[in-house]
């Protein structure tokens, strides 16, 4: 595949580009100016950035950054602050299990895979960062669903961790486990896949439940979560 891009993005997004310290507002022209397009392809492109909250028209016809910019800077900033919490933590939990090890949100109706630890040998389930699925009935997707977006799946908390085989494919299987964190609020689904057949076996003999809920307890304690409420949560 090609990395040719696409010519109006690059356009709108060096639009952006042009606000700096000392020049936070600025007018159709300078803009022209500054990025050596022409008028009427600099309104277009501000008006589908002005669409999409990237920037904002004052009356004057001023332009300045909106909130969406802030917003995925705010974003970035987060991530890499939840990444030095979550990312030890998981390849601790992947380098004890010999599995996969994954931290999966919620975004936009879907199960989004925000970090990953793969395990250095063996043969393992592969996901990149940033992979969505549906929500499904696999394992992850029933502790989204049940925590985070409180469907009525089961009358009475399940045990935990949770565990499928073959939901979301006939070849593998996964445990998962909420994480919480500030005021003991649900965050995510932490979890781990791998080949079904060795991971029915590890259901069966309960080899890796105390490895993924000590990893929960630790992870959610780290982001906020109470004491008392991981030791109810997820046991001694």
Known sequence: MGNEGVAAVEKALSLLDCFKPGAEALPLAALAQLSGMHKTT????????ERMNYVVRSETGMYSLGPRVLYLGKLYEQSFHLASLVEPILHKLASETRESASYYVI????RLCLFRAEPSEGLRETRLPGTSFPLDDAAISQVLRFWGLREHLFDTPPSLPLFTSGARDQH???FATPVFGEGDTFKAALSLTGVRSRLD???????LDRLQLDAASELSRKLGASAAFCE???GA
Request: proline share 0%; hydrophobic share 35%.
């Open 42 to 49: 600099v309104y277009r492109l501000m008006n589908s950035l």
């Open 201 to 207: 076996a590890a259901r069966t003999s309960g080899a």
């Open 232 to 234: 109810k949560m997820y």
């Open 172 to 174: 593998t299987a996964g």
């Open 107 to 110: 975004d936009n109706g879907q």
